[in-house]
T-cell receptor, first 113, second 113 residues
Framework: GAGVSQSPSNKVTEKGKDVELRCDPI?????LYWYRQRLGQGLEFLIY????????KSGLPSDRFSAERTGESVSTLTIQRTQQEDSAVYLC???????????FGPGTRLLVL | GNSVTQMEGPVTLSEEAFLTINCTYT??????LFWYVQYPGEGLQLLLK???ADDKGSNKGFEATYRKETTSFHLEKGSVQVSDSAVYFC????????????WGAGTKLIIKP
């Protein structure tokens, strides 16, 4: 497709379960970013990929959070042993090296019960 | 460090009023500056951007000028519509920080008919 896509669009899970969130960036975009947006708040940076490597993981809030990217394309954000405070919208963005402008997916709304 | 400060909301205006949402930034070097918009129930969309001093970004009747002397990037529109009701985010990015976006907290705009 033409834009960034994310799946699932909504996820409800029980506390303690693991979840995987997927991001498909714009084709040809080498950079990929994950953000978290809690209700009524701004965006919180989680992790950045350049190609398949992650030079900046500084935003991951705990070791329960991890992410990978393969084929310089799809990325998966995994949250293990989810907690209620993980409830948020998780946003993915991608950008090209030429412009650096980030384009966002629609997000995955995660609710941990 | 780098930071973005934007005016707190909500901002409530009547239709056809003039809009200004203030944004100031702190950064070394020469960041690119952005306004993103998030309409109710939708994802983040790039509204406009400027990459160097005195550049003016514009889109959908909105404008913002990159003012290095005042480190500002205020968003303006001459005549707002109900459909402009959304949350507006100011952000900056720098090449030497992997184009990571530094976000303002967002300003909720409510336009009344």
């Amino acid at each position: 497709g033409a834009g960034v896509s994310q799946s699932p669009s909504n996820k409800v899970t029980e506390k303690g379960k693991d979840v995987e969130l997927r991001c498909d960036p714009i084709s040809g975009h080498t950079a990929l970013y994950w953000y978290r947006q809690r209700l009524g708040q701004g965006l919180e940076f989680l992790i950045y990929f350049q190609g398949n490597s992650a030079p900046d993981k500084s935003g991951l809030p705990s070791d329960r959070f991890s992410a990978e990217r393969t084929g310089e394309s799809v990325s998966t954000l995994t949250i293990q042993r989810t907690q209620q405070e993980d409830s948020a919208v998780y946003l993915c963005a991608s950008s090209s090296e030429r412009t650096g402008t980030q384009y966002f997916g629609p997000g995955t709304r995660l609710l941990v019960l | 460090g780098n930071s973005v400060t934007q005016m707190e909301g909500p901002v409530t205006l009547s239709e056809e009023a003039f809009l200004t949402i203030n944004c100031t930034y702190t950064a070394t070097g020469y960041p690119s500056l952005f306004w993103y918009v998030q309409y109710p129930g939708e994802g983040l969309q790039l509204l406009l951007k400027a990459t160097k001093a005195d550049d003016k970004g514009s889109n959908k009747g909105f404008e913002a000028t990159y003012r290095k002397e005042t480190t500002s990037f205020h968003l303006e529109k001459g005549s707002v519509q109900v459909s402009d009701s959304a949350v507006y985010f100011c952000a900056l990015s720098r090449i030497d920080s992997n184009y990571q976006l530094i976000w303002g907290a967002g300003t909720k705009l409510i336009i009344k008919p």
